[in-house]
């Protein structure tokens, strides 16, 4: 059963910090289109067009690879 989520509402900015598990070469696109479908299903926000700033950056290799999202509401005169 879903938690009661509220998504967030307007246009957002996400900053996205992969840490991969190993140091293979990997492409940062690849990680972007999976990321936003994930979290609109999980209901953060309601569509990813509401994604109006994305960045990506892939950091360090950590034991097991993570990935640290941050979305926060922008305001008209920030985009």
Same mark, same amino acid.
């Given at each position: 059963?879903?938690?009661?989520?509220?998504?967030?509402?307007?246009?957002?900015?996400?900053?996205?910090?992969?840490?991969?598990?190993?140091?293979?070469?990997?492409? /940062?696109?690849?990680?972007?289109?999976?990321?936003?479908?994930?979290?609109?299903?999980?209901?953060?926000?309601y569509?990813?067009?509401? /994604?109006?700033?994305?960045?990506?950056?892939?950091?360090?290799?950590?034991?097991?690879?993570?990935? /640290?999202?941050?979305i926060?509401?922008?305001?008209?005169?920030?985009?």
């Amino acid at each position: 059963m879903a938690a009661n989520v509220n998504p967030m509402a307007g246009m957002l900015a996400m900053k996205v910090r992969a840490y991969p598990p190993d140091r293979r070469k990997r492409d /940062i696109d690849n990680i972007q289109k999976p990321l936003l479908d994930a979290l609109e299903k999980a209901r953060a926000f309601y569509n990813d067009c509401q /994604i109006k700033h994305l960045t990506t950056v892939m950091k360090e290799p950590v034991q097991g690879g993570k990935t /640290i999202v941050t979305i926060k509401t922008l305001k008209v005169k920030e985009i």
